[in-house]
């Protein structure tokens, strides 16, 4: 019997783990399975980056930092924006005036500080489907209502959707580009169509740019860069593969950053001090041995799927969000768990199930294997 002294806020009833949790029940029964389902990288943290936390430690850097990051990891990540967003003043960005930076707890942590800052009960918070969970999440967390736009069949911004899904109670749009799941990247021009928009009606946009590094085929571009009334979100967690490091770091406009900041006083305090240090070379390793390699891996990928299942090519981050054969995703999916191999079904990710996302974050060995389960699966 429940405990009424160990009754659960209402609000938790907003948060399901149910997809996803049944997906790693099936797992857990099998030995030794192919996993395309990681949602991080295969590499390790680049040593220079290790010895950096090592010497912080060493150095007795170990306590609280200031809430909003130590001076010179600001510092040097205004100065990293001034050089890709061609700023002048790191301080006042493109046109927008005031803009202010935060260390985060990851980019999970710029996320939840975001909308709990910003998200009313009530409010419209409008972002793409297919979707990373954790903005849904999040959003219902805040008492707010998520609005979808649906991105199917090929995952490029459908921009007379994205205009109609907006309405007077629209408080923010989130997007994701590099996409989990999709991989898709939008391209500059889909972005300047995008900010227009927004800018019709002077809204928000938070750009999840996590995956920012992992962008194959063209040279990458920020919303941040055709937008300026934008909170920019990036991390170390992908792209240096620190997912444990819990670091992530945000800028925008400084009234919202400045509330943010307040709210991560109350909460996370900091992000870890060592993480800060080893962030600060971090941002200076060279990861295209890394990023070539996962190129390949994605050139695997489509090679296998594209033709034989309808796999649209993505140009970014580590997945790709495939048409499951005959269009159920969890029956797909439950046959390639039998066959061990791990993938995860699209209605974790979207209010459809045609999909599944697979991660090649894995061996070139591994991935080829899992492939070929795939593509004779689907073959029936
Ligand atoms: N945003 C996206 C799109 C992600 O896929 C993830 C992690 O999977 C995150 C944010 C959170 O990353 P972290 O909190 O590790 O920085």
């Given amino acids: 019997m429940t405990r009424k002294s160990h009754a659960i806020a209402d609000r938790m009833a907003l948060l399901d783990a149910s997809g996803i949790r049944k997906v790693f029940d099936l797992a857990a029964k099998l030995t030794d399975p192919i996993n395309l389902s990681i949602g991080q ?22 306590k609280y930092t200031q809430t909003q990051g130590t001076e010179e990891l600001r510092a040097d990540l205004a100065e990293a924006c001034c050089k890709e967003f061609g700023w002048r003043d790191p301080y006042r960005g493109a046109v927008f005036g005031e803009r202010g930076y935060l260390v985060t707890s990851g980019t999970s942590g710029a996320l ?6 910003l998200v009313n009960p009530g409010d419209e918070v409008v972002f793409m489907d297919p979707y990373f969970v954790m903005y849904a999440h999040l959003v219902n967390l805040c008492g707010g209502t998520c609005v979808l736009v649906s991105t199917y069949d090929d995952f490029r911004p459908d921009i007379d959707r994205l205009a109609s899904a907006i309405t007077d109670r629209t408080r923010l749009l989130i997007i994701n580009s590099p996409s989990n799941p999709t991989g898709a990247v939008y391209t500059e021009g889909e972005l300047r169509q995008i900010a227009d928009v927004a800018a019709r009606r002077d809204l928000l946009v938070v750009s999840d740019e996590i995956y920012n590094l992992f962008c194959y085929d063209f040279p990458y571009v920020s919303m941040v860069s055709v937008y300026d009334n934008t909170l920019l979100m ?3 967690s ?20 400045e509330k ?6 109350y909460s996370f305090v900091c992000a870890p001090s060592m993480a800060q240090e080893a962030a600060r070379v971090a941002m200076h390793a060279d990861m295209s041995a890394e990023v070539a390699a996962y190129k390949k891996k994605r ?8 033709g034989s299942m309808g796999l649209v090519t993505p140009a970014g981050a580590f997945y790709a969000f495939c048409p499951a054969p005959g269009g ?3 029956a797909f999916v439950s046959k390639a768990i039998a066959s061990n191999v791990l993938i995860i079904p699209g209605n974790v990710f979207s209010s459809r199930d045609t999909h ?3 991660s090649y974050a894995t061996s070139d060995d591994k991935l080829a294997r899992g492939l070929e389960v795939l593509v004779k699966l689907a073959k029936g």
């Fill in 41 to 62: 990288p295969d590499f390790d943290v680049p040593p220079a980056v290790k010895q950096a936390a090592i010497d912080a430690i060493r150095a007795g850097k170990n």
């Fill in 112 to 117: 939840m500080l975001a909308l709990l800052t």
């Fill in 234 to 236: 990036r991390g170390f």
């Fill in 238 to 257: 992908k792209s240096y593969a620190m997912t444990g490091w819990r670091i992530g770091w945000c800028t925008g406009p400084a009234a919202i950053l």
């Fill in 260 to 265: 943010m900041t307040m709210l991560q006083q």
């Fill in 299 to 306: 050139d695997m990928v489509a090679e296998a799927l594209g």
């Fill in 328 to 330: 159920d995703a969890t």
């Fill in 356 to 358: 599944f996302r697979l």
